[in-house]
């Protein structure tokens, strides 16, 4: 009976869930965000729907992220997204209850990682396993982690970014910092509102960045027009963002980054520096995928960087491979 189990990974991330299936891959790939009607605090919406509601609901409806900085910010409407994801990766029938594992940023507090173990059996698991993200998201890059040496894995999510050095599967020095697509998103209408005096929505902020952002002064400049609301007028207007823009935007953040990232180097154990020092960082997560960010990377530590395949969906495959595995990966898990 107990074969029937139904397994699911979850990278339940600040800004996109992903849903792991074993033998299916990922079924899921929808935005970490519900909208909710205020007077019966029903959820009306969740994942990609909710999100086209951001910035445009009525005062009866609001769109949130339940997740802030990789961690619970509201109890309920996670449990209610968890519990949204839980059923439409079993789709309709639900026999046995399945065993879900998720993952969470490395710096979590034990009474976060509590609240997410809670939510999740809440939502409708039979047990729920926690892993942490820098693990598995070495694991989805295809990183040995179980090899004597030492492997450097960067992971920078919509919330938080994970540095972590990892040998013999476990994590030998790392540090997380609450820095990710969501502070550089914000960090860009800051600029915007303080150079060109216009309000732009975190829905445009994020398309400035994919299609314009760059981490390192581009020689041939992008642009992109930007829509807003002039904060002198209050109408509406049309500005001309450059890529110039966005690197000057999020210097400050990416520094942040820089900095957690030598404290881990700093760290780690001469003999496993030099193995990071030959194989080089990888970074993961679907802030990674900026321009030019391996770039600034390597010339800030000195260390060979590169981008893992897909990036934006190491942790979630890497929760699948580790609950396929879990024998195998439960001193990885369950060491804290």
């Given amino acids: 009976m107990f074969g029937i189990t139904k397994k699911i990974g979850i990278d339940l991330g600040t800004t996109t869930v992903l849903v792991y299936v074993p033998k299916k891959g990922i079924i899921l790939n929808e935005p970490s965000v519900v909208a909710i009607s205020l007077a019966d605090k029903r959820v009306l919406a969740v994942g990609k729907d909710a999100k086209e509601m951001i910035g445009r609901t009525p005062d009866t409806i609001v769109a949130k992220r339940p997740l802030r900085d990789g ?23 639900r026999l046995f209850r399945p065993e879900v594992m998720v993952a969470v940023p490395g710096g979590i507090t034990s009474t976060e990682r509590r609240a997410v173990i809670d939510a999740t059996i809440s939502a409708g698991a039979r047990a729920a ?20 040496s030492g492997h450097m894995i960067v992971d920078i999510g919509g919330g938080t970014s994970e540095i972590a050095v990892i040998s013999l599967g476990g994590i030998v020095a790392s540090s997380s910092v609450r820095i990710g697509g969501n ?3 914000a960090a860009i209408q800051e600029h915007i509102r303080r150079k060109y005096g216009l309000m732009i929505g975190e829905r445009t902020a994020e398309e400035i960045k994919i299609q314009i952002g760059s981490a390192l002064y581009l020689a041939e400049k992008l642009e992109k027009q930007a829509k807003g609301r002039d904060m002198i007028s209050g109408l509406p207007r049309i ?13 400050h953040e990416l520094q942040g980054i820089i900095e957690k990232i030598k404290y881990v180097l700093n760290l780690t154990p001469p003999e496993l520096s030099a193995d990071v020092m030959e194989k080089g960082m990888v970074l993961s997560g679907g802030s990674s995928q900026l ?17 893992a395949d897909n990036p934006q969906l190491c942790v979630a495959r890497g929760t699948g491979i580790a609950l396929e595995n879990l024998e195998s990966f439960k001193r990885s898990i369950f060491s804290s």
Avoid: C, H, W
């Fill in 239 to 251: 500005i001309t963002v450059t890529s110039d823009d966005v690197t000057d935007a999020i210097q």
């Fill in 183 to 185: 502070k550089l998103d």
């Fill in 291 to 307: 321009r030019d960010l391996d770039r600034l990377f390597s010339e800030a530590t000195g260390v060979p960087v590169m981008v």
């Fill in 129 to 148: 396993y926690i892993i942490k993200e820098p693990v598995v998201a070495a694991i989805g890059a295809d990183i040995p982690i179980g090899n004597p």
């Fill in 71 to 93: 961690v619970i910010a509201d109890y309920r409407t996670t449990e209610a997204m968890l519990r949204y994801f839980i059923n439409k990766a079993l789709g309709g029938v």
